[in-house]
C-alpha cells in the first residue's frame, strides 16, 4: 500500500532560510520512515505565489498536493504540520484534509507544537533551542513569536506559563496582535535585567526573524529593547533547525502513525 507524509510548514522565501530550518525537518522524516514518499507544502498562499513569480520555484499548497497523491495511487496520508500553534494556516491543512478524507483508505494530522497537550517535551525542545544563551545574572531570554487573532493565540501564554516554571527569565511577545515587547519593558526593568538574549519563537528564522526581530531599523524589536537601556543578543535561528525539534516531529508523526 503506497504511503504519504506531507510535511506542511508555512513557508519561506530565502533559499538559505529553507535549507536551515525547514529541508532538516523533511531529511529527519525521509530517514526514519523509508517506506513513505515524502512531499513538501506550504501554507502560505503569500510565499507561495511570490517564489512563483520570482523564482518560478512552485511549492504545492494542501489541496494542490492531496489531488496529486489521490490521483498517483497513495491509500495512507500522513500530515506533520510545522507550524507552531493550531491557527489560521494550521486550519488550511485541517480543512484541506477533511474535504478529502473519503478519498483515502487513511489519512491523519499530527499536532503543531503547541495545543492543549503541550508539557514537558515541548519545554526540552526550547530549552535545547536555548542553550547558546547567556547563563549569567542579569540576563533575560525574549522569545518573539508570530501572534494571532485566533483563539489559539492562548498557547502562546501557556508556554510562557511553563518556561518560567524553569526559570523566571523567560518571556514571550509577538509581532502581532498581542503582548507586544512595549507590554514588558516595566517587568523588564523591575527585575533589574540589564542584558537580553532575543530569539524567535518560529520554525523558520525568515522575514519576521531578520527584519522585525533582529534589524537595527528604529521599529525592530531590537532597537526598541536596546532604546531602554539593555544590552540585546539577537539570534537568527529557527527551530527548524534544533535536533530536539526534529525528533519531537518524529514523535507527532508516531503518534498518528503507529
Not at 503582548?179 to 528564522?205: C, G, N, R, T, W
Request: proline share 2%; glycine share 6%.
Amino acid at each position: 500500500m503506497k504511503k504519504a507524509i506531507i510535511v506542511a510548514s508555512f513557508g519561506c522565501s530565502i533559499e538559505e532560510v529553507r535549507d536551515k530550518n525547514i529541508k532538516p525537518i523533511e531529511d529527519a522524516v525521509k530517514k526514519e520512515y523509508r517506506e513513505a514518499d515524502v512531499f513538501r507544502v506550504f501554507t502560505s498562499n503569500m510565499i507561495r505565489k511570490k517564489l512563483d513569480n520570482e523564482y518560478s520555484l512552485h511549492i504545492m499548497d494542501m489541496k494542490e498536493c492531496l489531488e496529486k497523491l489521490e490521483q498517483e495511487g497513495y491509500r495512507e496520508v500522513f500530515v506533520l504540520p510545522t507550524h507552531i500553534i493550531p491557527g489560521v494556516e494550521y486550519e488550511k491543512i485541517t480543512r484541506a484534509v477533511s474535504k478529502y478524507e473519503d478519498r483515502f483508505e487513511s489519512i491523519k494530522v499530527a499536532r503543531p507544537f503547541l495545543d492543549d497537550r503541550t508539557g514537558e517535551e515541548e519545554v526540552e525542545v526550547m530549552l535545547s533551542f536555548l542553550s547558546d544563551r547567556r547563563k549569567e545574572e542579569g540576563t533575560a531570554v525574549v522569545l518573539m513569536g508570530h501572534g494571532s487573532n485566533h483563539k489559539a493565540h492562548a498557547y502562546y501564554a501557556q508556554f510562557e506559563k511553563l518556561l518560567k516554571e524553569k526559570g523566571e527569565d523567560h518571556y514571550l511577545i509577538n509581532v502581532e496582535w498581542a503582548d507586544f515587547v512595549e507590554d514588558i519593558y516595566e517587568v523588564l526593568k523591575q527585575k533589574a535585567y540589564s542584558h537580553i538574549d532575543l530569539y524567535p519563537l518560529m520554525i523558520v528564522a525568515g522575514d519576521h526573524a531578520i527584519n522585525d526581530m533582529a534589524s537595527d531599523e528604529e521599529d525592530s524589536i531590537k532597537t526598541k529593547l536596546k532604546s531602554q537601556g539593555f544590552r540585546v543578543d539577537a539570534h537568527l535561528k529557527g527551530l527548524g533547525g534544533e535536533e530536539q525539534y526534529h525528533k519531537l516531529c518524529l514523535n507527532r508523526l508516531a503518534e498518528i502513525m503507529n
